[in-house]
């Protein structure tokens, strides 16, 4: 029965890039070639090899993930130039700028490559190769293996696959799973180490619309800025030094001024970090209402404090703006989602695909043998668990991702074991020295405060008294139930919330003055709650594993069975994925929406009491004298944004947008409001994915900054 097993699971992989729809599908990169037909006739005039091939140098070598999944990036020249968005480099042009040099506000250009800002943590990874793992994997495992032990049997011999992938190299490697623990594929990468700002515009134009805009069109953000890759001087990665040189990279895309119509070929490459089009009803339900509902709730009360204080305070406004922007843009996201999940009845689209599944199995015996139990696991487990998973989210959004303090506490918790050990002690100090200078640069005593109380009340009131924190009882007794009261002791007397006290005590770190320092103490606390709740979900969290697994093989086996031809691509999981499509709008809610967005409209938006639509002088006056050079389209208009139907997600941001002929035409930056149940259920008619036109981000780098030296660097194709 296992090697049967195996053996259809092999079947699935083979055929997973035989797809019905053209748009939906995020492929994967080595199968794109049961795609290319489809492609070819949508317009896509070059080779499979031009996008993957493993024996020469093509689009894939020049498509990276940056910071291990958070953005995509792409090469734009062959001195490591890097092109991605704004919203993906925003967390560096903050960390860079000050009151006196706001970067945030005014743009940064570097006219030099000695101008060019390092940036220590940031990474880029270049794919390097794929290998199929699963029969290696699978192969050690036992159908009636209890859960808990076949994950740890995957993840022993994941590393082990890992390890022996980049013995003698200085590659990294990392096995995935994919379709739910039914297939597993190592991927191995060179990452680079020292990546450099190179360019942003300001905030005005990368940004404009900020919140009002975000995941809206139509839309006319500049959502661009420009990272290098710099290597040794022998071409391979290297942490920054100012002997390193700009990486010359094996591909880099050529720029296309042609523009777009219509209908014209689109695809779009890059790292989609998850997405979930195999859940099942439980867990639609429970993401509604025990996910998106607490996140929204809780980060309606963070932002509210984050903007209070940007608003009376310039240094705040800078040391906060990552964090507001990233916390907004989930809340949105969340608000978003479940709007559309509800919109389009996703809840009974998956009652319905169950109950078709459930005759299927039904019909015969082995198959109800092999997969009968699946939805009763998934089914129990997500209910079992119901209050857990509530709790469990309170406990992300309000500890983890609410008071500063409790991050960094745990990244302090390093310390724990090093006290007795001279030299490891030195050393985790000196690594939490570094780690400290950067979290003071963004951290206001104020502010966090005022999250923590709100914070603790919040999940106070939100969970049973049975799931608190010890914390909370010292609070009541010590304090009598005073939140402030705590807060002025925590605040005051903490290593954790003062920049001086906590140098002062790693040069003098002492085991005891850590374990009473109440912040520790307060964060370990909350920790432990957390271990606690995992600890009783756990049993369930490992059937649900099992459940989507024998289920998503279950539904790809029907799918099959119903056409042999069928087609699917595995759920997002940070690994390179190419979706392609066509330029095009599209109507909602009785609206026409055009596929373009030009310069006319970005003026026509803005309010100049209202930060979000501020227009500076100087694009005023390139808009008015239509001073948009070559960048100009047919009708001497500037283009800024335009959508195609391409199947992106999280992760996308920053990707590559490609025409017919393997020229950059955009890079992707969002998705639109009507359809943002995408992560779950891809909406062909109107899910769209949001590009900067590059003709806009040249025309801004050209125009507007005056910094030719990137333009000449660039393999722009002049018709
Ligand atoms: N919605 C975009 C994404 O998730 C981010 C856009 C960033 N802009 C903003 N105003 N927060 O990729």
Redo the contacts with the bound molecule.
Sequence with gaps: MKNKFILLIFTLVFLFNINAKADEGMWFLSFIGKNYSEMKSKGFNLSVEDIYSINKSCMKDAVVSLDYGDCTAELISEQGLLLTNH?CGYGEIQAHSTVEKDYLTNGFWAMTKEDELPNPGKTASFFIRIENVTRRILSELKDDMKEEMREKIIKNISEEIECDAIVDTHYEAKVYSFFGGNDYYLIVYEVFKDIRLVGAPPESIG?YG??TD??RWPRHTGDFCFFRVYSAPDGTPAEYSPNNIPYVPKYSFPISLEGIKENDFAMVMGYPASTNRYLTSWEVQQLIEHENDIRVEVRTKKIEIFKKHMLENEKIRIQYAAKL?QC??NWI?SIGQNKSLKKFKVLKRKKLLQKKLTKWINQDYKRLKKYGKALDIIKYAITDNSNYNLINNYWLEAFYHGSEIQQFALANFALIGTFGVKKLLTETCDNLRTEGEIYFQNYNTVVDRELLITMFELFKKKVEPEYHPDIFKEIEEEYYGDLNKFADDLYSKSFLTNKKRYMEFLENPNERRFNNDIGIRTAMSIINLYWDIIDKKEVDDYNLIKGKRLFIAAYLEMLLSENKNALFYPDANSTMRLSYGQVGGYKADGKIHNFTTNLNGYMKKEKQRNKEFFVSEKLKELHKAKDYGRYADKNGNLITCFITNNDIS?GN?GSPVINGNGELIGVA??KNWEAMSGDIAFETELQKTICVDIRFVLFIVDKYAGASNLINEMNIINN
């Design positions: 919203h940004k900020y919140e975000n995941w922007a907004s843009n996201y999280g941001s930056f969002d």
